[in-house]
């Protein structure tokens, strides 16, 4: 015998019958609300069209007047001086976090209360990183067996090795170079113990720019007596032979090697008179980020959407209100 529950049609026209009802109770509720919006901005047009010119207007003022500026340096640290850098970044913003404008005027910082906040971050380029550099390389790859090769070349202890690094910040009024940006690096390039140091290294590349001088001129006058020997026995009669051993060759070359050392030593000191190097900069980029520059956008919508959102409230208020009056 089937013990299965028997569905009687007529309670499935019953619940099919509701259903239609409740749909169309949602539908109708729907329409009563967009009708009554309708009404509400029909009524308070005038407000409303206030509201809408009111922030219009504001917010042209604000833009105008409240401006962001994003400023970008890009810098080397000399003489292994990465981590030291990144310190005297990071106490320029904690400097600013605690509003510590003394602190910032007197190294000579103007505006301290419309600098926003500083921000380091290394330019990625692992090519100088192992250009003429075989320990570098070997680390380099060392490191990449044992994982992601992008996570290592990102990663902060590998990345502080590259050459150049970009500080960014930003202001509330255009900065300028003699009172924002020389101020900055002036204090990035205070340390006595680097000074110490960039000037034994300075002394060092010196010394050896006098050494190879002073071989690349013996150099020299041993060619230049090769050659005049040369076309003296060019002169006589006899065939000259010359012996295969003679290191010629390697005279030339070693030549050419100092020759390579003496320019790349003479850029070193261009790059290496200051313990930060700034390689270049640029000041007052306008920042249309976030809501920067966007409240003449911003608040018509915002002023509007409150009135609105406010008469939603109140009629949503009155109409439960009656209904308990009424029950």
Do not use: C
């Amino acid at each position: 015998m089937s013990t299965s529950p028997q569905i009687n049609p007529n309670d499935q026209e019953i619940d099919l019958g509701q259903l239609s009802k409740k749909i169309g109770s949602i539908v109708q509720s729907f329409i009563d609300w967009l009708f009554d919006g309708l009404l509400f901005v029909i009524k308070n047009k005038f407000i409303i069209g206030g509201l809408f010119v009111l922030g219009v207007g504001l917010g042209l003022y604000l833009d105008k007047t409240k401006k962001v500026y994003d400023h970008q340096i890009i810098v080397s640290p000399n003489f292994g001086s990465a981590d030291y850098l990144y310190s005297k970044v990071e106490l320029l913003n904690a400097k600013i976090k605690e509003g510590d404008t003394l602190f910032l005027k007197q190294i000579g910082v103007k505006n301290p209360k419309e600098i926003y906040g500083f921000k380091i971050e290394p330019i990625i380029d692992v090519y100088p990183f192992v250009n003429n550099n075989e320990r570098n390389f070997e680390l380099l790859k060392l490191m990449a067996e044992a994982g992601d090769i992008k996570k290592i070349i990102e990663e902060k202890t590998t990345s502080k090795n590259y050459s150049a690094h970009l500080i960014s910040f930003s202001t509330g009024k255009k900065a300028t170079e003699a009172g924002t940006l020389q101020p900055i690096l002036n204090f990035l390039n205070q340390s006595d113990y680097f000074q110490r140091v960039q000037k034994v290294y300075v002394d060092n590349i010196q010394q050896k720019i006098k050494e190879n001088d002073s071989i690349i001129s013996q150099i020299n006058g041993i060619l230049n007596e090769f050659s005049k020997n040369t076309s003296s026995n060019s002169k006589n009669d006899k065939l000259i032979y010359y012996n295969e051993n003679t290191q010629l060759n390697d005279i030339i070359k070693t030549k050419d090697e100092l020759v390579k050392q003496q320019g790349n030593q003479r850029m070193d000191l261009v790059n290496l008179d200051e313990i930060v190097k700034e390689n270049s900069h640029v000041l007052n980029i306008e920042n249309h980020k976030s809501i920067n520059g966007k409240m003449k956008l911003i608040l018509p919508v915002l002023f509007v959407g409150l009135f609105v959102g406010f008469g939603i409230l109140r009629g949503f208020y009155r109409r439960q209100l009656a209904k308990r009056n009424l029950a």
